[in-house]
């Protein structure tokens, strides 16, 4: 059974810093490519950040520079280092593998919800 278990979100002052974590089963997790993404109410999910399982990274525009995303294999986690918050990087935050096209996923866990207060 997939699991993917998100945490770390909360309300944080823009400007702030927030690291989300994901324990994701190992059948997901192993030799996998692993990704972040959000999704606001009435939109999209959208991918924010991926890794490869060798540590190679790629970020969306709107969070390039600022986040961070990182593995570590022996623990089956992914984690996501977000700095200088803004408002608008409100939303659910989930991880699993990295797709192009987050609607090609089915299996999801619950999210880590993040606010940013202007």
């Known amino acids: 059974q997939v699991q993917l278990v998100e945490s770390g979100g909360g309300l944080v002052p823009a400007e702030g810093s927030l690291r989300l974590s994901c324990v994701a089963s190992?059948?997901?997790?192993?030799?996998?490519?692993m990704g972040w993404y959000r999704q606001v109410p009435g939109k999209q999910r959208k991918l924010v950040a991926a890794?490869?399982?060798?540590?190679?990274?790629n970020y969306a525009d709107s969070v390039l520079g600022r986040f961070t995303i990182s593995r570590d294999n022996a623990k089956n986690t992914v984690y996501l280092q977000m700095n200088s918050l803004k408002p608008e990087d409100t939303a659910v935050y989930y991880c699993?593998?990295?797709?192009?096209?987050?609607?090609?996923?089915?299996?999801w866990g619950q999210g880590t919800l993040v606010t940013v207060s202007s």
């Open positions: 699993n593998t990295f797709h192009p096209d987050p609607n090609a996923l089915d299996a």
């Open positions: 190992g059948s997901i997790f192993s030799f996998n490519p």
């Open positions: 890794i490869s399982s060798g540590g190679s990274t």
